[in-house]
Each structure stands twice: as structure tokens, then as C-alpha cells.
């Protein structure tokens, strides 16, 4: 139930903010909780999750 949840929460965080600071550091807390709930290291989550975050949004920017 607790993985259910997160990932909800993830998806929601995952595609917003307006700016690239906004998008880097949504992503950065979404990688980060992720990385924290699988047990693995948040930094490494959290610099992923920045990364992956900003390049959706520059690849499909009307999504975001």
C-alpha cells in the first residue's frame, strides 16, 4: 500500500513547475522520495530525478 502511494505521489510531482528551477527541483524531491522508499541512495535518486525531469519537460514541453 505504502509503494502505491508514493508512486502516486511521485507521478504528481514528477511533471510540474514552470521554470527549470522549479522542474530541477520537483524532480530532484520526486527522485530523491523515490530513491528513499526503494532503499537506495536519495542523492543519486534525487540528481536522476532532476535529470530525468528537466529532460522530459524539454522534450515534451507541452506536457508539463
Not at 510540474?16 to 532503499?39: I, Q, S
Not at 534525487?46 to 519537460?57: D, E, H, K
Amino acid at each position: 500500500m505504502l509503494r502505491i502511494i508514493c508512486a502516486a505521489t511521485l507521478l504528481v510531482l514528477a511533471g510540474c513547475g514552470d521554470t527549470l528551477g522549479e522542474r530541477a527541483l520537483l524532480g530532484a524531491g520526486a527522485g530523491a522520495t523515490g530513491a528513499a522508499v526503494l532503499r537506495g541512495d536519495p542523492l543519486t535518486g534525487a540528481a536522476v530525478g532532476a535529470a530525468a525531469n528537466i529532460a522530459y519537460c524539454h522534450r515534451y514541453p507541452a506536457r508539463c
